[in-house]
């Protein structure tokens, strides 16, 4: 028999049933497809699939699994436990359960006398006769059943010796993992600490005298490793900010399994996120969650679920975010570049992320220099460009330019300095035209650019639901057949803020705009008194970044 490491722990993702009751996320059936597939890449021992019975969505979405299962993640239903005075073999619910076909599976059931008598509607005892015989059933199915006990903490701070019957009432008959759920998201990390101590403690002696001796021992979920029966789990909700706090108290007090999601999705604050609580585990407090080399990827699949779920990636994220190890004021950039544990807590690449030099009026040369290297440009601080380049960008954001939010465009303003921009086109004017009709929900726009690529002039216009739409479509429109890629490109945010209101409908303008290739995305800024003006700028570097993008990859590819 090999035993389990100490440190091992299991991690339940939840994300495509617990993440999707985020108010504004909704996903298909290939969404979830795409998703758990990709949590199955990362290394996620549990993936919660939804509740089939209660979702026809979530029932074809396991049908479509077992044709194209996943390669090492157990996919697990999720269900309540029966209704009050019935039998589970006759509760309509169950029959999809089992249909999923998985070898897991996870009910839910009462733990607060409060929800039972007001809730539920019913005694003490007929909740405890529900727990029991639902898991009872579904073992006879030959299903292995873990135990999300709903409104834990609560229950036990209100009644703990009957929340502590509805435990033991899931374990006698045969639930494996008893996961303690902090529903409401209100408890603190020194409750849940002392709470996760005393149940491990008392279920502690659980697995003896029960009449389950058999079964004190069973096979870990993906591993031959043993484990002693019952096995404790944390479930947190966020409505606190002490989600993931609260799970890494947990585990410090025993708790082998966490359940969360990835980016903390959930409903109303959302759920415990799996993107902070699986570094802080592995990296900081010494416990096995996945490998090293899935580790690693964790940045990339925290946005690859924020794309796939259309939500914008939260760029100040913990660990995975954008700016999670982004450097802006000067001597913060001097001393990290000389040793980052100055300024970074761990090393970025750790999580598949990686450091990034902010470019702002509040920049030094250092900053200019770290940014020059990012681009394989070497400087030193006695190059006359390089204060140059700090120069002009000081300049420009005096006029109201930000490069913070904008990398595109300052990457572009350095090549300029240096000598070495490429000009792929030239835009030699623009006209657009607006038609405003009295009555009509939208109007039209017409934009006509004049552009000049490698010697040959070109006219184009294009209509747009707007002028800056327009102004975009007739770009393209001229560039598409010398520059095929831009067809790939897509304008994914615009932003405009008036710089000095007031001084009223004469007052400066930046936009930003946001691009993509479906790969990258980079922001590019414009300003102007003239608000067309201003988009403008941004969107003709936009679309000159993206080249710029695009000939570096071929030039690598190539080499």
């Given at each position: 028999?090999?035993?389990t490491?100490?440190?091992?722990l299991?991690?339940?993702?939840?994300?495509?049933?617990?993440?999707?009751?985020?108010?504004?996320?909704?996903?298909?059936?290939?969404?979830?497809?795409?998703?758990?597939h990709?949590?199955?890449?990362l290394?996620?021992?549990?993936?919660?699939?939804?509740?089939?019975?209660?979702?026809?969505?979530?029932?074809?979405?396991?049908?479509?699994?077992?044709?194209?299962?996943?390669?090492?993640?157990e996919?697990?239903?999720?269900?309540?436990?029966r209704?009050?005075h019935?039998?589970?073999r006759?509760?309509?619910?169950?029959?999809a359960?089992?249909?999923a076909?998985?070898?897991?599976?996870?009910?839910?059931?009462?733990?607060?006398?409060l929800h039972?008598?007001?809730?539920?509607?019913?005694s003490?005892?007929?909740?405890?006769?529900?727990?029991?015989?639902?898991i009872?059933?579904l073992?006879?199915?030959?299903?292995?059943?873990?135990?999300?006990?709903?409104?834990?903490?609560?229950?036990?701070?209100?009644?703990p010796?009957y929340?502590?019957?509805?435990?033991?009432?899931?374990?006698?008959?045969?639930?494996?993992?008893?996961?303690?759920?902090?529903?409401?998201?209100?408890?603190?990390?020194?409750?849940?600490?002392?709470?996760?101590?005393d149940?491990?403690q008392?279920?502690?002696?659980?697995?003896?005298?029960t009449?389950?001796?058999?079964?004190?021992?069973?096979?870990?979920?993906?591993?031959?490793?043993?484990?002693p029966?019952?096995?404790?789990?944390?479930?947190?909700?966020?409505?606190?900010e002490?989600?993931?706090?609260?799970?890494?108290a947990a585990?410090?007090?025993?708790a082998?399994?966490?359940?969360?999601?990835?980016n903390?999705?959930?409903?109303?604050?959302?759920?415990?996120?799996?993107c902070?609580?699986?570094?802080?585990?592995?990296?900081?407090?010494?416990?096995?969650?996945?490998?090293?080399h899935?580790?690693?990827?964790?940045?990339e699949?925290?946005?690859?679920?924020?794309?796939?779920?259309?939500?914008?990636?939260?760029e100040h994220a913990?660990?995975?975010?954008?700016?999670?190890?982004?450097?802006?004021?000067?001597i913060?950039?001097?001393?990290?570049?000389r040793?980052?544990?100055?300024?970074?807590?761990i090393?970025p690449?750790?999580?598949?992320?990686?450091?990034?030099i902010?470019?702002s009026?509040?920049?030094?040369?250092?900053?200019?220099?770290?940014?020059?290297?990012?681009?394989?440009?070497?400087?030193d601080?006695?190059?006359?460009?390089?204060?140059?380049?700090?120069?002009?960008?000081?300049e420009?954001?005096s006029?109201?330019?930000?490069?913070e939010?904008?990398?595109?465009?300052?990457?572009?303003?350095m090549?300029?300095?240096?000598?070495?921009?490429?000009?792929f086109?030239?835009?030699?004017?623009?006209?657009?035209?607006?038609?405003?009709?009295?009555?009509?929900e939208?109007?039209?726009?017409?934009?006509?650019?004049?552009?000049?690529?490698?010697?040959k002039?070109?006219?184009?216009?294009?209509e747009?639901?707007?002028?800056?739409?327009?102004?975009?479509?007739?770009?393209?429109?001229?560039?598409v057949n010398f520059?095929?890629?831009?067809?790939d490109?897509?304008?994914?945010?615009?932003?405009?803020?008036?710089?000095?209101?007031?001084?009223?409908?004469?007052?400066?303008?930046r936009?930003?705009?946001?691009?993509?290739?479906?790969?990258?995305?980079?922001?590019?800024?414009?300003?102007?008194?003239?608000?067309?003006e201003?988009?403008?700028?941004?969107?003709?570097e936009?679309l000159?970044?993206?080249?710029?993008?695009?000939?570096?990859?071929?030039?690598?590819?190539?080499v």
């Amino acid at each position: 028999m090999t035993m389990t490491p100490s440190n091992q722990l299991w991690i339940y993702d939840t994300t495509l049933r617990d993440g999707t009751q985020r108010e504004g996320l909704s996903v298909s059936i290939e969404d979830k497809l795409r998703i758990a597939h990709r949590l199955d890449e990362l290394g996620i021992p549990f993936i919660e699939g939804g509740w089939p019975g209660a979702n026809s969505k979530d029932g074809q979405f396991f049908q479509q699994l077992q044709q194209n299962p996943l390669k090492q993640a157990e996919v697990v239903p999720f269900c309540s436990t029966r209704r009050p005075h019935t039998k589970a073999r006759d509760e309509p619910m169950l029959p999809a359960i089992l249909a999923a076909g998985t070898r897991w599976v996870t009910i839910f059931g009462k733990s607060w006398d409060l929800h039972v008598t007001a809730g539920l509607k019913t005694s003490l005892e007929e909740n405890l006769a529900m727990i029991a015989d639902t898991i009872e059933y579904l073992r006879s199915q030959g299903r292995r059943v873990i135990y999300d006990a709903e409104h834990w903490f609560d229950g036990y701070k209100q009644n703990p010796d009957y929340a502590l019957q509805t435990l033991k009432a899931a374990v006698t008959a045969g639930a494996e993992w008893l996961v303690l759920c902090d529903t409401n998201g209100g408890t603190l990390p020194h409750e849940v600490s002392q709470i996760v101590k005393d149940v491990v403690q008392v279920t502690g002696d659980w697995g003896l005298g029960t009449g389950n001796e058999e079964k004190t021992l069973t096979q870990s979920p993906i591993t031959n490793h043993q484990l002693p029966i019952p096995q404790i789990g944390i479930h947190t909700h966020n409505d606190s900010e002490m989600a993931v706090a609260n799970a890494l108290a947990a585990v410090m007090a025993g708790a082998k399994m966490v359940q969360g999601t990835i980016n903390g999705y959930g409903e109303r604050c959302g759920n415990a996120n799996l993107c902070s609580v699986i570094p802080n585990l592995q990296l900081k407090l010494g416990y096995s969650c996945i490998g090293e080399h899935q580790l690693n990827q964790l940045t990339e699949a925290s946005r690859f679920v924020s794309e796939v779920v259309n939500l914008a990636p939260d760029e100040h994220a913990p660990f995975v975010g954008r700016s999670a190890f982004a450097h802006k004021g000067g001597i913060h950039v001097s001393a990290v570049e000389r040793n980052p544990l100055t300024y970074e807590h761990i090393q970025p690449e750790l999580v598949g992320n990686h450091r990034r030099i902010v470019i702002s009026e509040q920049s030094g040369l250092s900053n200019v220099l770290a940014k020059a290297r990012t681009c394989g440009i070497e400087l030193d601080k006695d190059h006359p460009q390089a204060r140059q380049i700090l120069h002009r960008m000081k300049e420009l954001e005096s006029q109201g330019y930000q490069f913070e939010a904008a990398e595109a465009s300052f990457i572009l303003l350095m090549y300029e300095a240096l000598s070495c921009r490429q000009q792929f086109f030239e835009v030699q004017g623009f006209q657009v035209h607006c038609d405003l009709v009295e009555m009509k929900e939208s109007t039209n726009s017409l934009a006509t650019v004049k552009v000049a690529v490698n010697g040959k002039n070109i006219l184009e216009a294009a209509e747009g639901n707007g002028p800056v739409a327009a102004l975009d479509a007739a770009l393209r429109k001229a560039l598409v057949n010398f520059y095929p890629q831009i067809a790939d490109f897509e304008l994914t945010d615009y932003k405009v803020r008036i710089l000095n209101g007031h001084t009223g409908t004469s007052a400066k303008t930046r936009a930003l705009v946001e691009s993509g290739n479906g790969q990258q995305r980079w922001t590019t800024v414009g300003v102007s008194s003239n608000i067309l003006e201003a988009s403008y700028q941004a969107v003709v570097e936009g679309l000159e970044y993206g080249l710029l993008l695009h000939f570096q990859a071929e030039k690598v590819l190539k080499v």
